[in-house]
């Protein structure tokens, strides 16, 4: 039976990126993890892990890496096994060269290659922007390997589709994105303006001793990858229409799946979340949360840690 749920709640606090960052020093898990790296088919992916129990893979987007988590690893180390990605081209990863290294099926198999490397048939997937359409496609591509998927703020790919065709909003929301498609790292105005370097890819983060791991993190990084998502990833900006476009041939989804919105996103407009019930016989609970912006996880961290850790309770 589908159930259908849509919660209005709301955040706190607002940045330049609709952001504020929780306190390193309240709930700071940096100390608390284990650090490896699972092989990928002879990429290394790292990534940090804390807890025992059910296992939770949580996989950041742009610009970001596993620290991202901290807040949720927190809430949920006493009841899971919490393991947080380093995508590849990011932080710890391998960075292999060429920008076919970061097309969207060696993505999900970085995530297979993670579940494997704990002995596991299957996970909790949890990603976030461009974790978040890793999770999807890993979803649709290897459900065997899904228990329960959590996504935030990327919507369903068909409500994606449609936004980008019919919703003049979210066209005009993608211009970094095709900036992005068409540029350089050594462009001097490829991040909204400002050159890509560890410190403004890391000035979203007001916390400061949190804002200068970033800047560690993206020192570690490499900055070709990170466009190389967009490159081979995203899809082709088509022509505006009225009329909604035929849906992409993706499978119903038949795990129960999460979702959390940060209303104030700038780049991923809500819309994209009408309809996804049509798409997912499964139950489906979508948490839509007003100020918050495109880093639901930090900017409503605590909200997002509860109802993540509520909801994966309810469904043992």
Do not use: C
Not at 11 to 31: E, G, H, K
Not at 177 to 202: K, N, Y
């Amino acid at each position: 039976m589908l159930m259908k749920r849509r919660m209005g709640l709301a955040a706190l606090l607002m940045s330049m990126f609709n952001f504020a960052a929780p306190s390193v020093a309240r709930a700071d898990i940096w100390d608390e993890v284990e650090h490896g790296f699972a092989d990928s088919d002879g990429v290394k992916i790292h990534y940090a892990s804390v807890g025992e129990g059910p296992l939770v893979i949580m996989i950041h987007g742009f610009p970001d890496f596993w620290y991202s988590w901290r807040e949720q690893m927190t809430a949920l180390k006493g009841d899971y096994k919490v393991v947080a990605i380093d995508q590849r081209g990011y932080n710890r990863s391998d960075k292999p060269e060429g920008e076919e290294q970061y097309a969207m099926p060696l993505l999900i198999a970085d995530v297979a290659a993670v579940i494997r490397h704990f002995g596991q048939e299957k996970a909790i997937i949890v990603g976030h922007d461009w974790g978040g359409a890793v999770s999807w496609q890993f979803a649709f591509n290897y459900p065997q390997m899904v228990d329960k998927l959590v996504i935030l703020n990327l919507p369903h790919p068909v409500g994606q589709l449609r936004e980008l065709t019919i919703n003049p909003v979210q066209r005009a929301s993608t211009a970094y994105a095709q900036r992005f498609q068409a540029g350089s790292p050594s462009d001097p105005d490829i991040f909204f303006g400002m050159p890509m370097t560890p410190q403004t890819l890391s000035g979203w983060v007001s916390d400061l001793e949190a804002r200068k791991r970033y800047i560690e993190a993206f020192e570690l990084s490499d900055f070709d990858a990170m466009l190389a998502f967009y490159k081979q990833n995203y899809p082709t900006l088509r022509e505006a229409s009225t009329e909604i476009p035929a849906p992409p041939p993706v499978p119903h989804l038949k795990m129960p799946v999460l979702i959390f919105h940060g209303l104030a996103d700038t780049a991923l407009h809500s819309d994209g979340l009408n309809n996804t019930w049509d798409w997912i016989d499964a139950d489906t609970t979508i948490v839509t949360v007003p100020k918050a912006g495109h880093f639901v996880q930090q900017d409503a961290a605590q909200l997002v840690s509860s109802t993540l850790y509520w909801w994966l309770q309810a469904r043992p």
